[in-house]
């Protein structure tokens, strides 16, 4: 029997999977969203992961659908959910939940379920399991398996795309976790990892971006200290750097749908199993935190250069949480403007990555079209993320769109000569 595969959720990480595996074998790619649905129908991905020409040249491979009782015939099912937190920051494990008991309703005997989504140790087999088990009236194990594969999906990253990126894989049983770790070889040019449990592959992932969360932290905080020094972040880093073991990391905001989120993940089971994760903890704090200081920085910059606050024209340039990509899922950002709102200023966003359908759910104030060569004056220019299109501004660019005393913050050293750089 040929695997046919359905994955569960065609957002950033789910449709670059469905797309390579498409290359390979019939794909079922569900999403309980459908206008999503619709416009991948259409040929067109609003992430821009997939472009068109790609995205058209598996499209006999692949059926969209926003009904799982609609599947039929496939026999493994990867589920690809966000799993975000709440406003507690503990885990918000309901869409992946709530896509366990969807399959359960579907799934036969023999089936394989491998979760993708990033979780602490446990969730798999302890979680998910039980509600497959309870919806299907199957015996895990017996007449089911089981597998996780943790995503490592980077968006807006065109060379370290998804088959490009080496996979942990893991399986229920050992027969299993072989099986799974073929399925994802046949398409990961990258090659596999066979972890030795599920557990092992579940805190691999979390870990992952938990060392990245804290090591990012060490640098903001150094940067926090370098501003009340009067040092260049920047050229510290530089020096430093000429070290040969010295990792290259730069101070910045720390959102997105994985390093601000996963952590949290690790820090709610440690806890619950009575263990105070201070370190990791701390790191969040600071990385938290990034916002308000750079909002509270321009503030003092602009009352330095003499500008009215109250009233005062401000520019953010990005909205995303990171460079040329449209994603804004957790962006810090938005921390910035909120705080700069309590000032009373007078603020424009400007990002030209940004989906407007999209925007909405993050901003509600919405973005504006291009400022530059309008008739448009700033006191101050926040540059808070580094697309591609501000890195070409010119320092001609800024001053024709600012006041005679405006000042201009470069949150991603992009900026030649800033007014102040974080």
Sequence with gaps: MKDKICIVGLGYVGLPLAVAFAEKMPVVGFDINQTRIDELKAGSDRTMEINDVLLASVSENIQYSASLQSVEGCNIYIITVPTPINKSNQPDLTPLLTSSQAVGDVIKQGDIIIYESTVYPG????????????????????????????????P???EHTV????????????????????????????GTFLAPSIKVAEA???????????????????????????????????????????IKLMPGLVGGHCIGVDPYYLTFKAEEMGYKPDLILAARQINNSMGKYIAEKTIKEMIKAGSKIKGAKIL???L?????CPDMRNTKVIDIIEELEEYGTSLDVYDPWVDRREN???YHHGVIEDPFGKNIKYNAIIVAVGHSQFK?????????????????????????NPTWRL
């Design 320 to 324: 995303t949480f990171k460079e040329d």
């Design 204 to 246: 691999s992932k979390v870990i992952e971006n938990t060392q990245r969360d804290v090591n990012i932290a060490l640098i903001n905080e150094l940067a926090l200290i370098f501003d009340q020094m009067g040092i260049d972040t920047k050229e510290v880093i530089n020096a430093a750097a000429t070290k040969w073991n010295f």
């Design 156 to 158: 807006g990253d065109k």
């Design 392 to 416: 070409a501004l010119t320092a001609e660019d800024y001053a024709s769109i600012s006041e005679v005393n405006g000042i201009i913050i470069d949150v991603k050293g992009v900026v030649e």
């Design 316 to 318: 953010i340039l990005g």
């Design 163 to 190: 088959k490009n990126i080496l996979k942990v894989t893991s399986g229920s049983t050992p027969e299993v976790a072989k099986r799974i770790d073929q399925l994802y070889k046949s398409v990961i040019t990258a």
């Design 123 to 154: 969730v798999t087999e302890e979680e998910c399991v039980p509600e497959i088990e309870k919806a299907s009236g199957l015996t895990f194990n017996v007449d089911f398996f089981v597998g996780y594969s943790p995503e490592r999906i980077n």
């Design 360 to 362: 909405k759910k993050h």
